[in-house]
């Protein structure tokens, strides 16, 4: 090989790995960029939503009371067929995967509030809780869904309550896991308003099932799931938790520089709350950041429903269902 063919042929190899180191270097972690870019002044809210006002939910009342004024924007999620079978007044049947096309048509001017619908107020929540950390600071889940409309749509709710685990809820304690990395994403975006984008179509794509989980299936091999108990310490004593679930405080630890990265990155995450409603505005926030996060399906009441009457705490009632009319 002659000199200047080897001197050739050494500046292409330098070049190639300069340009490969420059690469890496200009590598980001995405997860980091978005979580930071979300609990900051500078996200689309002006601050961190998830440990301040998350969720975001509105109760049947006032959504009829609005309705009334003409001050209210009502998205239903349910499906084309259960819509025409009797609806909102007013509402709007649009699909997960389209809601922020649909939103972003909507003057948000001409409205107080905006209302998302579906069965229960799990799916609406998910939407809702992907909605806000876009900007769209009026959206709002309606609490329990549309089974709090009327008692014709109330059979979800009625038929979800249980207390087939309340023998094996327990109070022992157990420890967070040690702080480790977020999870990778790899959207290749590199801003987290771009990084934010990309997830939010991605998840709305997937749609809200496989951010679900039931207790049954929790409770069939528990040690499979990193299991978040999303109560106050107090409640996480008494009436107790799923074994081996660990206490995250709401509105508290959900941060960078508090518990986030104790979540694992290894192993499906199981969010429970009460009802399922504010489980599901988490787990959309942690799927956001790239975990497998699932909401635990109608949460303790699901579960421990009488003893959670007795505590006074958030329980699915006939009370709830407020008989309002609907058109079809």
């Known amino acids: 090989m002659n000199k200047k063919l080897?001197?050739?042929?050494?500046?292409?190899?330098f070049a190639l790995i300069f340009n490969a180191c420059e690469k890496e270097e200009e590598k980001i972690n995405e997860a980091e960029v978005l979580a930071t870019y979300l609990e900051s002044t500078t996200s689309p809210l002006g601050?961190?939503?998830?440990?301040?006002?998350?969720?975001?939910?509105?109760?049947?009342?006032?959504?009829?009371?609005?309705?009334?004024?003409?001050?209210?924007?009502?998205?239903?999620?349910?499906?084309?067929?259960?819509?025409?079978?009797?609806?909102?007044?007013?509402?709007?049947?649009?699909a997960l995967a389209d809601i922020v096309t649909h939103i972003e048509g909507v003057n948000m001017a001409s409205y107080d509030k905006v209302a998302i619908v579906c069965?229960?107020?799990?799916?609406?929540?998910?939407?809702?809780?992907?909605?806000?950390?876009?900007?769209?600071?009026?959206?709002?889940?309606?609490?329990?869904?549309?089974?709090?409309?009327?008692?014709?749509?109330?059979?979800?709710?009625?038929?979800?309550?249980?207390?087939?685990?309340?023998?094996?809820f327990v109070?022992?304690?157990?420890?967070?896991?040690?702080?480790?990395?977020?999870?990778?994403?790899?959207?290749?975006?590199?801003?987290?308003?771009?990084?934010?984008?990309?997830?939010?179509?991605d998840l709305l794509t997937e749609g809200f099932t496989p951010a679900t989980i039931t207790a049954a299936t929790v409770f069939g091999s528990p040690a499979n799931y990193y299991i978040v108990n999303y109560w106050p310490a107090a409640q996480y004593a008494d009436p107790g938790h799923i074994p081996g679930a660990i206490q995250y405080t709401p509105k508290e630890t959900l941060k960078l520089n508090v518990d986030l990265k104790t979540?694992?990155?290894?192993?499906?995450?199981?969010?429970?709350?009460?009802?399922?409603q504010t489980s599901a505005f988490i787990a959309a926030y942690l799927r956001l950041l790239g975990y497998d996060a699932k909401s635990l399906m109608f949460?303790?009441?699901?579960?421990?429903?009488d003893i959670m009457v007795t505590k006074s705490m958030t329980t699915w009632k006939a009370s709830e269902i407020k008989g309002y009319t609907y058109e079809l």
């Not at 080897?6 to 190899?13: D, Q, S, V, Y």
């Not at 959504?63 to 499906?79: A, F, G, P, Q």
């Not at 959207?187 to 990084?195: K, L, S, Y």
Request: proline content about 2%; overall charge neutral; glycine content about 8%.
């Open 6 to 13: 080897f001197w050739i042929l050494g500046i292409l190899a």
């Open 171 to 201: 109070t022992t304690a157990a420890n967070k896991a040690a702080k480790g990395e977020l999870p990778e994403l790899n959207t290749g975006e590199t801003t987290g308003q771009d990084i934010l984008e990309a997830r939010v179509a």
């Open 119 to 168: 069965y229960t107020g799990q799916t609406a929540g998910f939407a809702a809780s992907l909605l806000r950390l876009l900007g769209y600071s009026k959206v709002f889940s309606l609490k329990w869904g549309m089974c709090s409309w009327n008692a014709d749509f109330a059979s979800r709710w009625n038929n979800a309550i249980g207390n087939a685990y309340a023998t094996q």
């Open 47 to 94: 601050k961190d939503y998830v440990n301040t006002d998350l969720p975001s939910i509105m109760a049947a009342d006032e959504l009829k009371t609005l309705n009334e004024t003409n001050k209210v924007y009502i998205i239903d999620l349910r499906s084309a067929a259960d819509f025409a079978l009797g609806h909102i007044k007013n509402a709007h049947n649009v």
């Open 263 to 276: 979540l694992p990155t290894d192993k499906t995450i199981v969010v429970y709350c009460y009802t399922g």
């Open 299 to 305: 949460g303790g009441n699901s579960m421990i429903y």
